[in-house]
């Protein structure tokens, strides 16, 4: 069984990720059908309970690609790159008991997860780096989440062409899960404006469009459904699956 949900997920994964917004196949209704179960069968059955690969240092990438979007050139952003990100504030907020802000020095004071793993681009390929940041389950220890608290919402400091914002979701599970981190370092270095600095969401377990780059506020909601596109995500408004396990 498991076998065949690897099978199925990856299937999944290849043609949801992989295939552009245009492609004939993504049009298809019986083909997103398919990816829909598969998904579902991966968040429910794999779900939050496995834990990525660790590596060593020596298979560390040495050079990690900047894949993606360029890096953001608003004057808010470039403001803060120009001051090596002294006066960036990170907000969390939304349905929490104890809305919280906190500046790159409280954050490094509380990072505490360090691990080397494999990034996976779902253009296909991947490349392994050290991340160093604060465990997502550590923040919201201290926000806590009320009741009707169902996702994470992160908005990022990018935008594309037309002045959408991008932004990302998990929910509350994949949020606990002990590998996922807000990260502030990659390769023992702070991260930077190129790779997603100055704090970037990491989620080895599932693929990187999940990982939202320049996180500029983090906000707890019930649902994600009347947000922007109502799909969880820039990338899965576009056609893009919401649970990208691997």
């Given at each position: 069984m498991n076998r065949k949900l690897f099978v199925a997920t990856s299937f999944a994964a290849a043609l949801g990720g992989c295939a552009k917004i245009t492609n004939a196949l993504n049009d298809a209704p019986q083909v997103h059908s398919a990816l829909k179960?598969?998904?579902?069968?991966?968040?429910?059955?794999?779900?939050?309970?496995?834990?990525?690969?660790?590596?060593?240092?020596?298979?560390?990438?040495?050079?990690?690609?900047?894949?993606?979007?360029?890096?953001?050139?608003?004057?808010?952003?470039?403001?803060?790159?120009?001051?090596?990100?002294?006066?960036?504030?990170?907000?969390?907020?939304?349905?929490?008991?104890?809305?919280?802000?906190?500046?790159?020095?409280?954050?490094?004071?509380?990072?505490?997860?360090?691990?080397?793993t494999r990034h996976d681009c779902v253009e296909g390929w991947s490349v392994v780096g050290k991340w160093r940041g604060v465990p997502l389950a550590d923040m919201l220890g201290v926000v806590r989440p009320k009741r009707d608290a169902r996702y994470v919402m992160f908005y990022s400091f990018d935008r594309d062409s037309g002045g959408q914002q991008f932004y990302g979701s998990i929910d509350l599970a994949q949020a606990a899960h002990p590998q996922t981190q807000l990260a502030l370092d990659l390769n023992g270095k702070p991260i930077d404006a190129d790779h997603g600095g100055p704090v970037r969401l990491r989620i080895p377990t599932q693929l990187a469009y999940k990982s939202t780059k320049w996180v500029q506020r983090i906000e707890l909601a019930s649902t994600f459904q009347p947000i922007f596109g109502g799909k969880g995500g820039y990338w899965e408004d576009q056609g893009y699956e919401w649970y990208a396990g691997i």
């Open positions: 179960v598969a998904e579902d069968l991966n968040h429910a059955v794999i779900g939050t309970h496995g834990r990525a690969k660790l590596y060593a240092e020596s298979d560390i990438t040495r050079v990690f690609p900047t894949n993606g979007d360029d890096t953001p050139s608003s004057p808010e952003y470039q403001q803060l790159v120009r001051g090596r990100f002294a006066g960036y504030r990170l907000a969390i907020g939304g349905l929490v008991e104890r809305p919280q802000t906190f500046d790159i020095a409280a954050l490094r004071a509380i990072a505490n997860l360090e691990e080397i």
